[in-house]
């Protein structure tokens, strides 16, 4: 009679793998529609703040969405997606009540939550640079999040409105790159198995 694998061998290790790298089309999907919603945000003028609100709501619902997926799905550092799946949706909830008053609110927040995502990005980085080849990237956006977060923070109101427009568009941007590049990488590590 064969022993299983003990948990933490490389045979269960290489099964969670290969169970995870099953969806690596998951990211793909995640990253080509946030670069199809940066695209999107970044041809608003000032007269569609409503419909930018709804998109921020969406972007932060289908952010919330993504980490409780991936809360589900690792075993380190559940609680940390779960957290961050929570405030995204908090803060989807919040947008979706009224995108206009919203769009202001998070106009003179926008600092706030630039450095909120820029520290989760490096946090990010860092816990899966073991198996990550691209986890550099991450950082890298991380530690630019972080700077745009103060220089952000000393803007006037005016200029907040404009750069919420540009900077959500360049969020955006760069989580679907970040995505399809995780896609590629998981989908390597399928292949690689």
Do not use: C
Not at 52 to 66: K, P, R
Not at 98 to 114: M, R, V
């Amino acid at each position: 009679m064969e022993a299983s694998p003990r948990p933490g061998t490389p045979a269960q290790a290489r099964e969670v793998i290969q169970g995870i790298a099953r969806f690596w089309w998951l990211w793909l999907v995640f990253g080509i529609a946030w670069v199809a919603i940066s695209v999107v945000i970044l041809q608003f003028d000032q007269a569609s703040i409503t419909t930018v609100g709804v998109i921020i709501g969406l972007m932060f619902l289908g952010t919330s969405l993504q980490q409780f997926a991936i809360a589900s799905m690792v075993d380190r550092m559940k609680w940390l997606y779960a957290i961050f799946g929570v405030l995204f949706l908090g803060a989807a909830i919040g947008t979706f009540i009224s995108p206009e008053n919203t769009f202001a609110a998070l106009a003179d927040l926008l600092g706030f939550l630039f450095l909120i995502v820029g520290i989760f990005w490096v946090i990010q980085a860092m816990a899966t640079r073991d198996v990550n080849e691209l986890w550099w990237l991450g950082l890298i956006s991380g530690i630019a999040m972080i700077v745009i977060a103060f220089w952000v923070g000393g803007q006037f109101f005016i200029d907040k409105v404009y750069l919420l427009l540009i900077f959500a568009g360049i969020w955006a941007l760069m989580h679907g790159i970040g995505d399809i590049g995780r896609a590629f990488v998981t989908r390597a590590m399928r292949n690689q198995l």
